[in-house]
């Protein structure tokens, strides 16, 4: 679990004890933590703002446009903020795995940091026109934590060569004993009649050895906490359906699954580099693209939690 450290922003800079900003509250991950970055908040008219030293104003209601400070710059931040205000400011800071990923601050990053700190969550509430969202974003925090607790999704790719060979090309449906027993299964695509599983299939490009190959994809679903996805590559007539751990690349940052694409060859399938386009009808383009950016989404919410307990573990 993440420590919360609360102090002051008096003792945090040392300053002395009549300045006018010593009692201003803050809350951080780490204890005088020197490379510590920060978003300042406030409230105006009960609704939540940010600092934001782009606009004219010196602060803004979208929670994306703060601006990041350090311990030698907050206080010029604090200056942004109007007097009637000062006495609502809150200064929390942001963790620097998400920030190195994520260039912009959102208040669900925040939410995931300190959804276990009642008293930032009812600060956070009191925003009368995003509380319900926030809310929300709570909720879906503590989810997300019950299903992904203790998984890293972050891996190093590698390759190999094997042996096998065929093509085919078709939107098929996938036979029901081929996923009933998998377990909070979520099919990639079902057919617009009958709402039967279907074979979806994308052709990928290796981005280092430019080699080109189709697969078939069928769905997804957690084991243990993992996320898996189930498909099949092309290069032999009768493949099988197989489950592959989605992961993080270390390197990159960019999702991806192992397995044997290419004949004879165990390589990375890269998420970004799957194309649906050309191979399947107009009418299910829109349906396989809100599926994709779910599974993205998935995934971009484990390595949230991964980089989240990272921070808990520096402490």
């Avoid at 004993?177 to 695509?189: M, S, T």
């Avoid at 898996?228 to 960019?254: A, C, E, M, N, Q």
Wanted: charged letters at 25%.
């Amino acid at each position: 679990m993440i420590h919360y450290i609360e102090s002051t922003l008096g003792e945090y800079l040392s300053l002395m004890p009549y300045h006018h900003y010593y009692f201003i509250p803050i809350t951080s991950l780490s204890p005088q933590s020197i490379d510590a970055r920060f978003i300042i908040c406030f409230k105006a008219d009960h609704q939540l703002s940010v600092v934001n030293t782009n606009d004219k104003q010196g602060a803004s209601s979208t929670f994306h446009l703060a601006t990041f400070f350090d311990k030698e710059t907050i206080l010029a931040g604090i200056a942004a903020v109007p007097i009637a205000s000062l006495h609502t400011v809150h200064i929390f800071e942001y963790p620097q795995e998400l920030e190195q990923i994520y260039s912009v601050p959102k208040l669900t990053y925040l939410i995931d940091t300190y959804y276990r700190h009642p008293s930032v969550m009812d600060y956070l509430k009191t925003d009368i026109h995003n509380a319900k969202q926030i809310e929300k974003l709570e909720q879906e925090a503590i989810l997300r934590e019950k299903i992904t607790t203790d998984y890293d999704p972050f891996r190093y790719t590698t390759r190999a060569d094997k042996k096998d060979n065929a093509q085919d090309e078709t939107l098929t449906v996938i036979a029901a004993k081929d996923y009933e027993g998998i377990q909070n299964f979520q099919p990639f695509l079902l057919s617009k009649r009958g709402s039967k599983v279907l074979s979806v299939p994308a052709s990928y490009t290796d981005s280092v050895t430019k080699e080109t190959a189709t697969i078939e994809i069928m769905g997804w679903y957690f084991y243990e906490k993992q996320l898996k996805i189930s498909w099949k590559p092309k290069h032999t007539r009768k493949s099988r359906w197989r489950s592959s751990l989605l992961s993080v690349d270390i390197r990159s940052g960019d999702y991806f699954f192992q397995g044997e694409v290419f004949k004879h060859k165990t390589a990375p399938i890269f998420l970004k580099h799957l194309d649906f386009g050309h191979r399947i009808s107009a009418i299910y383009q829109e349906d396989i693209q809100v599926q994709f950016q779910r599974l993205i989404q998935l995934i971009d919410n484990q390595k949230r939690k991964a980089l989240l307990r990272r921070v808990e573990l520096r402490r």
